[in-house]
């Protein structure tokens, strides 16, 4: 009896023995894959401050386009376009593509990995949710607004010479002035080219819209904030 009773406190330590080695082991584990998922985390809280970086330089980019084309438009609208053809000239600006392009490659890489599951149904997971599709819908009208400027500057090009215009565009005007092509002919083919509906129409176009798209940039920014805020809770704690 009393070799039994030894015999099941040998056991009774065994299993204590293993019980503890699991308990120590899934301890491991688990700080392992926090450590992990922190890493991938703290790369999306990066990926994203860049973000809202270029979010911050097109907004002001795309405001002062804006502002620009609305002048422009008074000016139509006032009949006072040859007093502003140094506005008009600026105003072409507006052809220029933007793109946002976010870096998402730490939230791909967390959705392809064993620990997006960690995140699933979470505050962070659907903050992650909005922000990615908030950006889809800025890509689509980006891409709308500037598929519609290449086409109508396309359309420009088959009805109007634009040597002159590109000659005084980039052409120094110590140079410019050298050639035999007098200032006026420069200024006539300018107002010529601005007076056309396709242009017309892109500065209207960008007129109104750029303010959609920096709204858009605004609502992107406040959701990467609280990302960011939402990240350093989780890798704090």
Known sequence: MQYLKYALGEILLVVIGILIALQINNWNQSIKDKNSLNEYLTKIKTHTAEDIEQLEELSKGRKQIADVCKKARN??????????????????????????????????????????????NTKLDSLLAKYHGLVDVIAENERSYNQYTVHQENYLDTQFDRSLILASAFIPIDSLVTKATPQSEYDQAFIEYTSKPAYRNVISLAAWQFETMIEQYQQLTGLGQLIIEEIDEITAD
Not at 81 to 108: M, R, T
């Open 75 to 120: 000016s139509i609208l006032n009949k006072t376009e040859n007093e502003n053809l140094f506005l008009f000239k600026v105003s072409g600006v507006a052809f220029a593509d933007f793109y946002f392009k976010p870096n998402s490659g730490g939230y791909q890489s967390l959705k392809n990995s064993k620990y997006y599951g960690k995140i699933n």
